[in-house]
């Protein structure tokens, strides 16, 4: 009688989940069908082959194959669109409509709030005018000190780590990177290094891995199913660990500034201190007032999360990148002797950076093979039209930039490692602005781009002062996964050796 009972309740909802998949596939489909794309199965649609963050990357490569760069798909009754050529591109990327981020964000939501990478239309207008100054290069040159005290601590740990044959890299950048976030954002050192079991440190771990999970589990897809879950429960914890901090660094530099002692930027000994990206967010106004407290702190974990794992993912593939090719490497290692040839060993500054322009196009290159945010979504919240089509209300469009930087028409050889792609300033971006966008591009793109690029140049090039790098034998072949940043599900290994100079 039970098996009966249950036989029928199944039944019954399955029945009703097909005919709302089949209300809203029919809405959908009598504009989306104008697109190329592959044909939905009831229910999950064209889910299953992105059923892990794994299969990502090989399932939207033969998407393009079949259907060309630009193509709708469905994730059970979500509708997708994806964007990939340049006219596609310019049209979403320079919108200052479609800004409205896809609901894969959403899971951020508890931790980020409505800070600048989720928060949309007015808000996010005043508060990008607002955070902008905080990137100009005269905050930035203030950083040095932070990447020079930070990189020492990773120079540390790497030196316990000569000539063993295969050393995972990725943990060692992603602490450092840590430490490099939290002391140029917030002011305050959290020795992720030295640390790395802080309570503070696992739970941005933790959050990270549970907004993927969420992104691939049917059931915790779901916000009243997910309350049910484990998961739930370790969010809600690790939330009052990273809130709590933030804040507690909040009102803690605020009584500082209002004690006076950081008022102005100038120590008692004259020397010109460093403001972080907190102070100008403390002394910043929006329609006249003081910040809110609480707005403060979504920016301050925005900055957190966009800020690290972002970096930590370029500064590891390009290691990776050169230590398979030596060559490339030891070009790099030339021009860091012409910058400090005289004194090997003397700290970073920020005339330095400027002039690795070899070390740049290296950047630039694995940047382009390895975009460490492969994949960016927006939501149309109207009805959009696009090449004479129309993009239905509620539809997700989505640019897949790994695929974007493999196309052979702006990058021949495209599968090849060849940083003199963007040897003349020009070359490509001139060609077409939207055929290299590892930051995206437009309205939207990436604020912090300027202190990525100085963060990457300064880590990658105190590591090559002090090792040699290697590729393993066999050369290690990272298994590429989009856990919303680009990472290697087995490491990213490679040999290290004290570099002699000659
Ligand atoms: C190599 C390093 C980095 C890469 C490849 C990168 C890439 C990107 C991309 C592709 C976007 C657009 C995201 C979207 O459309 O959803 C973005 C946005 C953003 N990034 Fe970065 N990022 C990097 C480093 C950083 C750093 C160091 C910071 C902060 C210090 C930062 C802060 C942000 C913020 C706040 C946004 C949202 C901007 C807005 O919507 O106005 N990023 N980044």
Not at 177 to 189: K, N, P, R
Not at 452 to 481: D, G, N
Request: charged share 25%; net charge positive.
């Amino acid at each position: 009688m039970i098996l009966i009972m249950l036989t029928v309740c199944l039944l019954i909802t399955s029945g009703v989940l097909l005919v709302i998949w089949y209300y809203y596939h029919v809405k959908n489909e009598r504009y989306l069908s104008q697109f190329p794309g592959p044909k939905p199965l009831p229910l999950v649609g064209n889910a299953l082959p992105f059923s892990s963050a794994e299969k990502i990357i090989p399932a939207m490569l033969e998407m393009e194959k079949k259907f060309g760069k630009t193509f709708r798909l469905y994730f059970a009754i979500e509708p997708n669109v994806m964007m990939g050529d340049s006219k596609s591109l310019e049209f979403l990327l320079s919108s200052n409509s479609i800004i409205d981020k896809s609901a894969t964000y959403d899971y951020f939501n508890r931790w980020l709030g409505t800070g600048l990478l989720t928060s949309t239309g007015e808000k996010w207008r005043k508060y990008r005018k607002t955070l902008t100054p905080a990137f100009h290069f005269q905050i930035l040159e203030q950083f040095m000190d932070v990447f020079n005290s930070t990189t020492d601590i990773l120079i540390e740990k790497l030196s316990k780590n000569i000539d063993k044959p295969d050393v995972d890299i990725y943990p060692f950048i992603q602490l450092c990177a840590l430490d490099v976030i939290c002391e140029s954002s917030m002011g305050t050192c959290i020795n992720a290094q030295l640390e790395s079991n802080s309570k503070y440190v696992k739970s941005v771990k933790e959050m990270a891995r549970i907004v993927i999970e969420r992104g691939f589990s049917p059931i915790q897809m779901f916000e009243t199913l997910y309350k049910f879950t484990y998961n739930y429960y370790l969010e809600l914890r690790s939330l009052k660990v990273l809130h709590n901090f933030s804040m507690g660094v909040i009102q803690n530099r605020k009584s500082l500034l209002e004690n006076e002692k950081v008022q102005d930027d100038i120590d008692d000994f004259g020397i010109k201190k460093r403001l972080t990206f907190l102070d100008i967010l403390l002394k910043s106004k929006v329609d006249g007032k003081p910040i809110p407290d609480v707005c403060i702190r979504e920016e301050v974990d925005t900055f957190m999360f966009a800020g690290h794992d972002t970096t930590s993912s370029a500064i590891t593939f390009t290691l990776y990148c050169l230590s398979n090719h030596q060559e490339i490497q030891q070009k790099v290692i030339d021009e860091l002797k012409e910058i400090y040839n005289n004194d090997w060993n003397r700290p970073i500054c920020y005339r330095d950076l400027q002039s690795m322009k070899y070390l740049e196009s290296v950047i630039k290159e694995s940047l382009r093979l390895y975009p460490p945010v492969p994949l960016i979504g927006r939501q149309a919240i109207n009805d959009v039209e696009y090449d004479n089509k129309i993009i239905p209300k509620g539809t997700m469009i989505n640019v897949f930039i790994y695929g974007v930087h493999r196309n052979p028409d702006f990058f021949p050889d495209p599968l090849t490692f060849k940083p003199d792609r963007f040897k003349s300033e020009n070359t490509i971006s001139n060609q077409n602005p939207y055929a290299y966008i590892p930051f995206s591009a437009g309205t939207r793109n990436c604020i912090g781009q300027k202190f990525a690029m100085l963060e990457i140049k300064a880590t990658v090039s105190k590591i090559l002062r002090h090792f040699e790098l290697f590729e393993t034998k066999p050369r290690h072949q990272v298994q590429l996964t989009v856990e919303s940043i680009l990472k290697s599900n087995n490491g990213v290994k490679m040999s290290i050796r004290k570099r002699k100079l000659e």
